[in-house]
């Protein structure tokens, strides 16, 4: 995982505060625009975890960014990257709910341009074992695995999606990685 330097971080964050407060007071489309610019691709790929298919992943990804702005334009919004994930965690319990879908869940597809053909069917053939073993873990194993590896989002904001405390974040990470690891082992 790349880290950045805390000022990036820091720098990012407050730019998402004036992008949510634009959005807030001023209905501000175009910062909306932003703000779903640096959440989509992470929202998508949590759900497409989530979901049986992934034209429901992007119906629901539609979805949270629509509760998003009706959300933000009537209420502040402290920490959006926990705040979306919350909305797309809602969604996805509203849909087995209504669905009652017992399909497994697809394997992202994955697309690469410039890697060799035996290259990208080592790396499919990893990616499957990984996405086949994160299936077989607990859905609370697999969604902090997500949100944490995959979407880079730190303990604390994990936990303000999750509604846990931080150190219950990092005792799920601690058993989740522990079962994960005993997956891919056998």
Same mark, same amino acid.
């Given at each position: &995982?790349?880290? #950045?330097?805390l000022t990036t971080i820091y720098m990012s964050t407050l730019r998402e505060k004036f992008l949510a407060y634009r959005v807030h007071r001023y209905q501000d489309a175009t910062a909306y625009g932003e703000i779903y610019d640096l959440f989509a691709d992470r929202i998508r790929r949590f759900l497409a975890f989530k979901l049986p298919r992934n034209e429901d992943a992007d119906e629901l990804a539609s979805e949270v960014f629509l509760r998003g702005w009706e959300y933000m334009t009537s209420g502040a919004v402290n920490n959006l990257n926990a705040f979306f994930f919350r909305i797309a965690r809602n969604l996805v319990a509203d849909f087995y709910r209504k669905y009652k879908v017992t399909e *497994?869940?697809? +394997? +992202?597809? &994955?697309k690469s341009d410039g890697v060799s053909v035996s290259e990208e069917i +080592?790396?499919? %053939? *990893? !990616?499957?074992? %990984?996405?086949? !073993? #994160?299936?077989? %873990?607990?859905?609370?194993?697999? =969604? @902090?695995?997500? &949100?944490?590896? #995959?979407? =880079?989002? =730190? @303990?604390?904001?994990? +936990? !303000?999606? %999750? =509604?846990?405390t931080s150190n219950g974040v990092r005792v799920l990470l601690h058993r989740a990685k522990k079962a994960l690891q005993e997956k891919v082992q056998k």
């Open positions: &995982m790349i880290r #950045l330097p *497994e869940l697809d +394997a +992202a597809s &994955m +080592a790396t499919k %053939l *990893e !990616s499957d074992e %990984l996405i086949e !073993s #994160l299936k077989g %873990l607990k859905d609370e194993y697999r =969604e @902090v695995l997500v &949100m944490r590896y #995959l979407s =880079e989002m =730190e @303990v604390g904001e994990i +936990a !303000s999606a %999750l =509604e846990k």
